[in-house]
């Protein structure tokens, strides 16, 4: 009896030592806490270039800190899809930009996503996002391909392209970006323009919202493409003018071939007396883009 006793206490006393050591140990306390968006990355083989981007920029170490963040992470395949050569060709800084360009300072799951929003980044820029039943879009052109990774800090949203800033795109990839610009893309492809105002300019374009083309739908069924691009080129003034660059009151001519009259005041800026600029300065490689209310109609239209 008393040997049983022994037996008994002694493997008691085993088991205590065991579940003592097991709360001690650190890797068991590891296990409880999620890895940071900077340990995803780098245990993830479709983010090595990320990572090594991060890593060149010092980013690593604040995608491993605390905070909550949302990374669209381009995978390698994404950053295989840009022009060879384009990121060694970056500063440190250049490369920073694009990487917060990236990423914003909350944490949004692809649940939480409208149907389309404008969001700042904490490169201090906006990404455009359309969500809906094909998936989610950023800019129109890079496609999430797997969401919600989630972090200790933050969520993950894996993307089949690279997104770039206004500085590295031409007018119309600054025009396609924005999914309230859509209607001044369709006219631009059945207008034949997107190859002219993607080259060398620079231009000025006075860009029309979606609502401005609504306001006018029954006129514009009616055009054909010569008056569809008269319209058009009526939004273009050759070189770049910025805001900066406008007087009180001054006419420009546009490429239709007729001016616009451009209006300062301390209301805000016009053109032709009637449609509002309500964005300005959306500068990209060969020019710089302005959004109007309304279409402006030439003359002859």
């Not at 009896?1 to 003592?20: E, G, N, P, Q």
């Amino acid at each position: 009896m008393k040997k049983y006793k022994l037996i008994h206490l002694f493997s008691l006393l085993l088991f205590a030592i065991a579940f003592t050591a097991c709360s001690d140990d650190s890797p068991s306390r590891v296990n409880m806490e999620e890895p940071s968006i900077t340990e995803i990355a780098a245990a993830n083989s479709q983010f090595s270039t990320l990572t090594g981007a991060l890593e060149a920029t010092g980013l690593d170490a604040a995608l491993d800190g605390d905070g909550e963040f949302t990374v669209f992470a381009p995978t390698d395949e994404a950053f295989a899809t840009l022009p060879e050569g384009t990121l060694e060709s970056l500063t440190v800084e250049q490369l920073e930009a694009i990487l917060l360009y990236h990423v914003l300072g909350a944490e949004v799951l692809s649940g939480q996503l409208e149907s389309e929003q404008t969001v700042e980044t904490l490169g201090g820029e906006n990404i455009f996002i359309t969500a809906g039943n094909a998936g989610v879009t950023i800019n129109a052109t890079a496609s999430v391909v797997t969401p919600d990774i989630e972090a200790r800090n933050g969520v993950i949203h894996a993307i089949d392209n690279v997104i770039l800033p206004d500085a590295y795109g031409t007018i119309v990839d600054n025009v396609v970006k924005r999914y309230f610009l859509s209607s001044l893309v369709d006219g631009v492809l059945q207008a034949e323009l997107a190859e002219a105002l993607s080259g060398e300019g620079p231009f000025t374009v006075f860009a029309p919202t979606n609502s401005a083309f609504a306001a006018i739908a029954g006129v514009a069924s009616d055009l054909t493409v010569k008056e569809l691009t008269d319209v058009l080129l009526y939004h273009v003034v050759q070189g770049e003018v910025l805001s900066s660059d406008l007087q009180a009151s001054q006419e420009v001519p546009t490429l239709n071939g007729n001016s616009i009259l451009v209006e300062v005041s301390d209301s805000g800026a016009s053109v032709n007396g009637s449609a509002s600029i309500t964005t300005v300065d959306i500068r990209g490689v060969n020019g710089v883009i302005h959004i109007v209310d309304q279409v402006l109609l030439p003359p002859s239209e």
